[in-house]
């Protein structure tokens, strides 16, 4: 898609804090807002997005003050693409474990990549493992 065909763009680069990224989510989701987006796939953007600003800050950076987390999303009527990059030293996705497997199941954490997976249109990793890029098409679309 051509840079012509974004309605909305937002570049931040935000310190390793929990909810450093509010400010951004909240904009984002108001974004979706104006744009009539039915209250179902706000709620699965909000989702998305909120765990891979955790993940980054807590798993990639673990929190640490020295490190960033770079946000870019960019907003048209077909489409909603949001790039989210730490400066840890990333994972392989491919090798966490089941969340939904019964040994796992009381285990706090871990459900981060599979709610993205489950709310968003496409969710990719990065070769590194230290960048995600989800898509969402809207209903309708």
Same mark, same amino acid.
């Given at each position: 898609?051509?840079?012509?065909?974004?309605?909305?763009?937002?570049?931040?680069?935000?310190?390793?804090?929990?909810?450093?990224?509010?400010?951004?989510?909240?904009?984002?989701?108001?974004?979706?807002?104006?744009?009539?987006?039915?209250?179902?796939?706000?709620?699965?953007?909000?989702?998305?997005?909120?765990?891979?600003?955790?993940?980054?800050?807590?798993?990639?950076?673990?929190?640490?003050?020295?490190?960033?987390?770079?946000?870019?999303?960019?907003?048209?009527?077909?489409?909603?693409?949001?790039?989210?990059?730490?400066?840890?030293?990333?994972?392989?996705?491919?090798?966490?474990?089941?969340?939904?497997?019964?040994?796992?199941?009381?285990?706090?954490?871990?459900?981060?990549? #599979?709610?993205?997976?489950?709310? #968003?249109?496409?969710?990719?990793?990065?070769?590194?493992?230290?960048?995600?890029?989800?898509?969402?098409?809207?209903?309708?679309?």
């Amino acid at each position: 898609m051509s840079e012509d065909h974004w309605t909305w763009q937002c570049e931040r680069v935000i310190p390793s804090e929990m909810g450093a990224g509010r400010q951004i989510l909240e904009e984002l989701l108001q974004q979706l807002k104006a744009r009539r987006w039915v209250p179902h796939d706000v709620f699965g953007v909000h989702v998305a997005v909120h765990e891979a600003l955790v993940n980054a800050i807590m798993h990639g950076n673990r929190l640490s003050p020295e490190k960033r987390v770079t946000f870019r999303c960019r907003l048209s009527p077909e489409l909603l693409r949001v790039e989210i990059a730490d400066e840890g030293e990333g994972f392989d996705p491919h090798r966490l474990p089941d969340p939904t497997d019964p040994d796992r199941l009381e285990t706090p954490t871990g459900r981060g990549v #599979m709610l993205m997976r489950a709310f #968003m249109s496409r969710v990719d990793f990065c070769p590194r493992g230290n960048c995600v890029v989800m898509e969402k098409r809207p209903e309708g679309a």
